[in-house]
């Protein structure tokens, strides 16, 4: 026990990641805030300046990835798996990715009137999002906030 005491001691683990996470989460919620501004806009002229936010938006969250990629390859120590960082950098791009591609549908299609079930849903993204921020803020210090962190996945899990 003593042996890893110390080799916690000399071998610092690189925590770079986490400011990085937290930055991919604050980008995922200004994509669904946008995302459930665009699903409560039903005039068409509104809706464009709008679906160009959320494309800049997606491209923030594009280089917070990029940059979490970056530093994966340059850290020899992480502060855990690099495939679950690497899981994690991913999903949050997925997500941001799957909101551009649904307010470029909307600009696409241009329906006059947005179904009431997609403001819903828009919602619930917009939720999720922020149990996904408060996850990894509470990932820094993961044992102390373990319940925390439980909790906050039995929420995204709900919803």
Known sequence: MKVDFLLKLFVPKDTSFFPLFEQDAKILIKASELLKQLMATNAIEQREPIIKQIKAVEHEGDEITHQIYKQLNKS????????????????????????????????????????????????????????????????????????????????????
Do not use: H, W
Not at 114 to 124: D, G, H, K, L
């Open 76 to 159: 020899f120590i992480t502060p855990f798996d690099r495939e679950d960082i690497q899981t994690i950098a991913s999903s949050m791009d997925n997500v941001t990715d799957y909101i551009n591609g649904t307010s470029q549908r909307i600009q696409l299609y241009k329906p006059k009137k947005i179904n009431p079930v997609f403001i819903e849903f828009a919602e619930i993204i917009f939720l999720a999002a922020k149990e996904i921020e408060f996850s990894l803020i509470n990932l820094k210090d993961a044992g102390k906030n373990k319940e925390k962190i439980l909790e906050a996945c039995i929420n995204l899990n709900t919803l």
